[in-house]
T-cell receptor, first 115, second 115 residues
Framework: AQSVSQHNHHVILSEAASLELGCNYS??????LFWYVQYPGQHLQLLLK??????LVKGIKGFEAEFIKSKFSFNLRKPSVQWSDTAEYFC?????????????FGQGTTLQVKP | DAGVTQSPTHLIKTRGQQVTLRCSPK?????VSWYQQALGQGPQFIFQ???????QRGNFPDRFSGHQFPNYSSELNVNALLLGDSALYLC??????????????FGPGTRLTVL
C-alpha cells in the first residue's frame, strides 16, 4: 500500500532562515508528487507538483522541491522564509497508473516563522 | 474563475443523525473527490466521482455515500453519525483526461462536529 511520511511535525524558524521539509513515500511504481499548503483559515492550495522531467521543480512563493527517485523522497525547500509562510504543509502522492489520481497525504508539517 | 465551493461551512449534528455536504467543482472540471481531514492529520481519501459514478473508494464504511449530478456538482452523505466522524470534509475537483488530470484543487471544506 502507498504511504507518505513527513519527518518533521512541527518546525519553528526565524525569518530569513532556510527551510527544508522532508517527505518520503512508499510505492513501487511511478508516482506524481505534490506539495500543498494550508495557511491559517484558508483552504489547501497547491504549492508545486512533479509529474516528470527535471527533478527540481519550482513552485509559487519561492518554494522548490527535488525528487530523488533512489531515495523515494520529495523534499520541499525555501532559501529564506517569511513570517507569511507560517502554515501547514502537506506532501502527497498518487500512482501514475491510477485512473483516478487518488491522493495519499502525509500527516503534515506545521511551520511557524517568528518575525 | 470560480474555484471549488462547498456548503455549508460548519455543521453540528448529534450521534445517529444523517448529514449531507455539497460541493461545486472548479469551472471546467468534471471529477470530484472527497477527503476527510481529522484534526492534526493529513486528508484521507473517501471516494471519487466521475460521470455520475463512484470511480474509486477509500477505506471508509458504507455509511459514507455520495452522488454526482449532471452539472458535475457532488454530495457526500454520512448516515448514522459517530463521534469519530467529526472532521473537516474536503472536496477536490480535477479534469479527467486533461493535461493536468492528476492535479486536484481543493475547496475550503465543511467542518462537521458530531456531539
Amino acid at each position: 500500500a502507498q504511504s507518505v511520511s513527513q519527518h518533521n511535525h512541527h518546525v519553528i524558524l526565524s525569518e530569513a532562515a532556510s527551510l527544508e521539509l522532508g517527505c518520503n513515500y512508499s510505492y513501487g511504481g511511478t508516482v506524481n508528487l505534490f506539495w500543498y499548503v494550508q495557511y491559517p483559515g484558508q483552504h489547501l492550495q497547491l504549492l508545486l507538483k512533479y509529474f516528470s522531467g527535471d527533478p527540481l521543480v519550482k513552485g509559487i512563493k519561492g518554494f522548490e522541491a527535488e525528487f530523488i527517485k533512489s531515495k523515494f523522497s520529495f523534499n520541499l525547500r525555501k532559501p529564506s522564509v517569511q513570517w507569511s509562510d507560517t502554515a501547514e504543509y502537506f506532501c502527497a502522492v498518487n500512482a501514475r497508473s491510477s485512473n483516478t489520481g487518488k491522493l495519499i497525504f502525509g500527516q503534515g508539517t506545521t511551520l511557524q516563522v517568528k518575525p | 474563475d470560480a474555484g471549488v465551493t462547498q456548503s455549508p461551512t460548519h455543521l453540528i449534528k448529534t450521534r445517529g443523525q444523517q448529514v449531507t455536504l455539497r460541493c461545486s467543482p472548479k469551472s471546467g472540471h468534471d471529477t470530484v473527490s472527497w477527503y476527510q481531514q481529522a484534526l492534526g492529520q493529513g486528508p484521507q481519501f473517501i471516494f471519487q466521482y466521475y460521470e455520475e459514478e463512484e470511480r474509486q473508494r477509500g477505506n471508509f464504511p458504507d455509511r459514507f455515500s455520495g452522488h454526482q449530478f449532471p452539472n458535475y456538482s457532488s454530495e457526500l452523505n454520512v448516515n448514522a453519525l459517530l463521534l469519530g466522524d467529526s472532521a473537516l470534509y474536503l472536496c477536490a475537483s480535477s479534469l479527467t483526461g486533461g493535461q493536468s488530470s492528476d492535479t486536484q484543487y481543493f475547496g475550503p471544506g465543511t467542518r462537521l462536529t458530531v456531539l
